[in-house]
C-alpha cells in the first residue's frame, strides 16, 4: 500500500482529503466510510456517504450512531433514536406518542399502510387498519359488534 506524504502548503503540513497525519512525513488512509479523518484511519470528521454525516462527532438529526463513527438512519416513525433505528426517543410527525421507545398512533388514529397516523371514524376512540374497524367506541356509540360501533337506544 503507497503511503502518501505530507503536503507542505505555506508553513503547515497537511494531508490530502481521505488521508491523516500518522507522524511526519507519512499520511494513513482513512476508513473508506470516512472522506476525512484524523488520529486514525476510522475517526471519520466527514462520511463518504453524505446520509451518513457527523456534525462535531454527532450524528445528524433522524441518524443515530451505529458505531465507528458510522450514522444509521432511524426508521420513518422516530426523528431520533439510539441504539438502533427503532429505538425511538422522539417521534415523526402528528398524532404519534412514545411508548416503549416505539412511535405509537395516539388514541384515535391508527397507522395506514404508509406509516402515517390516520383518524378514527367519530365513533371510534381506538381504531386498527382502517378508520371504521374499531376497538373502543366514543360517546353514545358504545355497543360494538365486529368491530363496529352502534348507538345505544
Given at each position: 500500500?503507497?503511503?502518501?506524504?505530507?503536503?507542505?502548503?505555506?508553513?503547515?503540513?497537511?494531508?490530502?482529503?481521505?488521508?491523516?497525519?500518522?507522524?511526519?512525513?507519512?499520511?494513513?488512509?482513512?476508513?473508506t466510510?470516512?472522506?476525512?479523518?484524523?488520529?486514525?484511519?476510522?475517526?471519520?470528521?466527514?462520511?463518504?456517504?453524505?446520509?451518513?454525516?457527523?456534525?462535531?462527532?454527532?450524528?445528524q438529526?433522524?441518524y443515530?450512531?451505529?458505531?465507528?463513527?458510522?450514522?444509521?438512519?432511524?426508521?420513518?416513525k422516530?426523528?431520533?433514536?439510539?441504539?438502533?433505528?427503532?429505538?425511538?426517543?422522539?417521534c415523526?410527525?402528528?398524532?404519534?406518542?412514545?411508548?416503549?421507545?416505539?412511535?405509537?398512533c395516539?388514541?384515535?388514529?391508527?397507522e395506514?399502510?404508509?406509516?402515517?397516523?390516520?383518524?378514527?371514524?367519530?365513533?371510534?376512540?381506538?381504531?386498527?387498519?382502517?378508520?371504521t374497524?374499531?376497538?373502543?367506541?366514543?360517546?353514545?356509540?358504545?355497543?360494538?359488534?365486529?368491530?363496529?360501533c352502534?348507538?345505544?337506544y
Amino acid at each position: 500500500m503507497p503511503q502518501h506524504q505530507l503536503l507542505i502548503s505555506g508553513n503547515s503540513c497537511n494531508c490530502d482529503n481521505g488521508y491523516y497525519d500518522r507522524g511526519f512525513p507519512i499520511c494513513g488512509k482513512c476508513d473508506t466510510q470516512c472522506s476525512k479523518c484524523v488520529t486514525n484511519s476510522y475517526t471519520c470528521t466527514e462520511c463518504a456517504d453524505v446520509n451518513r454525516i457527523l456534525v462535531d462527532n454527532q450524528c445528524q438529526y433522524g441518524y443515530f450512531d451505529s458505531g465507528a463513527a458510522i450514522c444509521d438512519q432511524c426508521i420513518y416513525k422516530c426523528s431520533k433514536c439510539v441504539f438502533s433505528s427503532t429505538f425511538c426517543t422522539e417521534c415523526n410527525g402528528l398524532h404519534r406518542n412514545i411508548s416503549d421507545n416505539s412511535c405509537e398512533c395516539i388514541d384515535g388514529y391508527f397507522e395506514d399502510s404508509y406509516q402515517d397516523c390516520q383518524q378514527c371514524d367519530y365513533k371510534c376512540s381506538k381504531c386498527v387498519n382502517t378508520s371504521t374497524y374499531c376497538t373502543e367506541c366514543n360517546g353514545l356509540h358504545r355497543n360494538i359488534s365486529d368491530n363496529q360501533c352502534n348507538q345505544l337506544y
